[in-house]
C-alpha cells in the first residue's frame, strides 16, 4: 500500500504518531522501532505525503514566524507603520475606507507585502470575522479572530503579494465584516469591491 | 511550483531505491539527487526529535546526507533495497558521535559540498517573495482561530515542547497534545486542497 492510496485516517494517525515522535512523546524503545518505520516509508517508490507535509510546514511555519503577521488575524498601525517606515519591505497600501462600493485598482510590479486598511470601528465588539465571497452569496473563506487597532477600531490586514494578488484580484470581492457585540453577532460593514 | 520544494524527476518519482542506487553509483547525478530528496523529511523529523532550532536541523540533516552520498558514490551500500535502514543507521550514528562528526564534516563538505547544495532546498530569504506553499499556509493559518494559530506557531516554529504549550494556552498538558493534533490535521486538509481563492 502507498501513502497516495492508503485509507486517509491511517494518514491521520501517522501524522499524530510522527508528531508525538518528534515532539518527544514516544517512550525510548517505540521510537526505534518508529524510526524503522519512518526510513522504510521513506525508501518506498512513492513519496510519503505525510512525512514531507510535516517537514515542510515545520520549515515554513518557521520562515512565517519571522514576520510579525505570520500568525496573526490582524496587526495594529503601529505595527504597519513600523513596518512601512523601515523601509525593509516593498509594501503597498490600500485603504478601503469605510463600507461600501469600492474600487480596486493593481500595485506596483515588485511589491512584496500589501496592507489593508479595512475602516470598520469594531471598538468594543469580539469574535471578529470576515466572511469572503465573489458574489455577494457563496462564501469563499472566513477570516476567524480577526485583531482590530485598539486606537481606531479598524482592520489592518498584512499578507504577502501573491497571497494578496490572488484574492484581490478577482473580478468582484465582497467581504462582510461581523462581531460580536453585547452578546450577539452583528454585521458590522459591507464592502463591495470591483477591480478597474 | 512551489519555490521551496524541489521536485524529483518524473522519471525516477516511482523508481525503486535499489534502481536509484544502482544507477547513482555509476554515476547518476539525478538518481542521486532523487534518493536524497527523498530521505529528508524523514531525515530532518529524526532531527527535530533531537535538536530545536531550524540552523540545527538543517545542519545534522546535511551531515546525514554527505554520508549518504558519500556511500552511494563508493558503492559502499551493501543492500540497495534496504537504503532506508542504511540511513537510519547513519543518522543514529551521527546523532551518536557529534564531535567526532564535526572534523570529519569539514572533509566531507570539502568533497561532496557542491552535490549538497544541488539537492538542498532552500528556503526563500525574509526580504524575498515567498514560494507557493508558504502563501497556502499563510491562507491555511486565516481560517483557523487565534488559539489553533498559536498551536501551529509554538509546536512547529518554535519546536515547544508540550508542557511549555500548555503553559502559553493556559491548559493542560494533555489537553496542549490533543490541539496540536487537531490542528495538525486540519492543516493537513487544507493544505491537501488548492487555496479557496483558486478553487472559487
Redesign the interface.
Known amino acids: 500500500m502507498t501513502s497516495q492510496d492508503e485509507d486517509p485516517r491511517d494518514?491521520?494517525a501517522w501524522?499524530?504518531r510522527?508528531?508525538?515522535?518528534?515532539?518527544?512523546?514516544v517512550p525510548s524503545a517505540e521510537?526505534e522501532e518508529f524510526?524503522?518505520e519512518?526510513?522504510?516509508?521513506?525508501?518506498s517508490?512513492?513519496?510519503?505525503a505525510?512525512?514531507?507535509?510535516?517537514?515542510?510546514?515545520?520549515?515554513?511555519?518557521?520562515?512565517?514566524?519571522?514576520?510579525f503577521f505570520?500568525?496573526?488575524?490582524g496587526s495594529t498601525r503601529a505595527e504597519v507603520d513600523a513596518l512601512i517606515t523601515s523601509g525593509?519591505?516593498r509594501v503597498h497600501w490600500m485603504d478601503l475606507g469605510a463600507p461600501g462600493p469600492k474600487r480596486l485598482s493593481d500595485w506596483p510590479d515588485g511589491t512584496?507585502i500589501v496592507v489593508t486598511r479595512v475602516g470598520v470601528d469594531l471598538r468594543g465588539t469580539s469574535d471578529v470575522q470576515v466572511h469572503v465571497s465573489?458574489d455577494g452569496q457563496?462564501n469563499?473563506?472566513?477570516?476567524?479572530?480577526c485583531?482590530y487597532d485598539p486606537t481606531d477600531g479598524a482592520l489592518y490586514a498584512v499578507?504577502?503579494?501573491?497571497?494578496a494578488r490572488?484574492?484581490f484580484r478577482?473580478p468582484r470581492v465582497v467581504a462582510q465584516v461581523t462581531a460580536v457585540r453585547d452578546g450577539r453577532r452583528e454585521i458590522i460593514g459591507v464592502y463591495d469591491a470591483r477591480n478597474m | 511550483m512551489s519555490a521551496t520544494v524541489l521536485p524529483a524527476p518524473n522519471e525516477l518519482m516511482g523508481s525503486p531505491v535499489s534502481h536509484l542506487v544502482a544507477r547513482a553509483g555509476e554515476g547518476d547525478r539525478t538518481a542521486e539527487a532523487a534518493l536524497c530528496r527523498r530521505f529528508l523529511p524523514a531525515v530532518r523529523s529524526f532531527a527535530r526529535r533531537r535538536l530545536r532550532t531550524p540552523d540545527a536541523v538543517a545542519e545534522f540533516t546535511q551531515d546525514v546526507l554527505l554520508l549518504v552520498l558519500e556511500a552511494l558514490r563508493r558503492r559502499a551500500i551493501e543492500d540497495p533495497a534496504r537504503l532506508g535502514g542504511f540511513v537510519l543507521g547513519v543518522c543514529r550514528n551521527v546523532a551518536l558521535d557529534r564531535v567526532r562528526q564535526r572534523e570529519r564534516r569539514q572533509l566531507l563538505w570539502q568533497q561532496y559540498g557542491a552535490a549538497w547544495e544541488n539537492i538542498e532546498e532552500r528556503m526563500p530569504g525574509t526580504d524575498e517573495i515567498p514560494g507557493y506553499d508558504i502563501i497556502h499556509l499563510e491562507d491555511c493559518l486565516n481560517r483557523l482561530s487565534q488559539r489553533a494559530r498559536d498551536v501551529v506557531r509554538l509546536a512547529y516554529a518554535e519546536a515547544k515542547s508540550h508542557r511549555e504549550i500548555a503553559d502559553h494556552l493556559a491548559t493542560t498538558e494533555a489537553n496542549a497534545r490533543v490541539l496540536r493534533h487537531r490542528t495538525l490535521l486540519t492543516l493537513r486538509s487544507c493544505m491537501s486542497d488548492r487555496m479557496s481563492w483558486e478553487s472559487a
Not at chain 1, 70 to 73: A, D, L
Open positions: 494518514g491521520q501524522l499524530a510522527l508528531d508525538d515522535y518528534v515532539a518527544g512523546q521510537s524510526e524503522e519512518l526510513f522504510t516509508r521513506a525508501a517508490e512513492q513519496p510519503d505525510d512525512t514531507a507535509f510535516y517537514d515542510a510546514l515545520a520549515r515554513n511555519a518557521a520562515w512565517l514566524a519571522s514576520h505570520g500568525f496573526r488575524g525593509k519591505k512584496q465573489f457563496n469563499v473563506k472566513t477570516f476567524r479572530d485583531e499578507c504577502h503579494e501573491p497571497l490572488l484574492a478577482q
